[in-house]
């Protein structure tokens, strides 16, 4: 549903229901801007995942032991140097995706995949829960052989028997360039938590994920 954000965020503060609670969370003061994007160094490695709104995919990963930064981003079409503006309208064919520099000692590149998992509708086709087009599609980019191979297994794991009778409907393709986001959208959800909880609940994000995989993902 194109700028399903955006929509979501004026119909809040039609019903003045955000004005209030704007007011309390800027008497917080200022949120830490965290949104410079980390670069892999020697030791870490890089896994780039697209489940729908970025906003929503950072806070899991950002959990983990063993993930050094998560960074908001675009990738998967053929646009250099897209704006939020050109993939949130659809025309750009790159995904909202997020960028995971990790430490493999730490964490492990199937953890990453489990958590992705449980983090997305892999039933829904170019679409996650209120957002709608193929920039909100969900896809796992690979890097190398080996991240190719553990998503390809993952991915076969949940077709496997006893598991769902729906096709899983997330690609599986190698990493092309990734785009860092603008800077207001990176850690999202630390600097607007106000915001982000408004509209993560009004998309239906976690009543989807608790009723698919038994628990919201976050």
Known sequence: MMFSRIRLL???ASMGLLLSLFAMNACAGPAEDTSAPVAASAGTQSAIFAG???WCMEPPF???????STTSGYTGGKLPNPSYEQVSAGRSGHAEAVKVIYDPARVSYQKLLDV???NVDPFAIDQQFCDHGDQYRTAIFTQGAEQM?????SKKALEGPGKFNKPIATQIVPASTFYPAEDYHQD???KNPVRYKFYRYNCGRDARLEQIWGSSGH
Not at 62 to 68: A, F, P, S
Not at 149 to 153: D, F, G, I, N, T
């Open 188 to 190: 999202y959800y630390k």
């Open 52 to 54: 729908g709104c970025f």
């Open 62 to 68: 950002d959990k983990l032991d063993g993930v050094i």
């Open 10 to 12: 004026r119909h809040a």
């Open 116 to 118: 992705f998992w449980h």
């Open 149 to 153: 191979r553990l998503a390809e297994e």
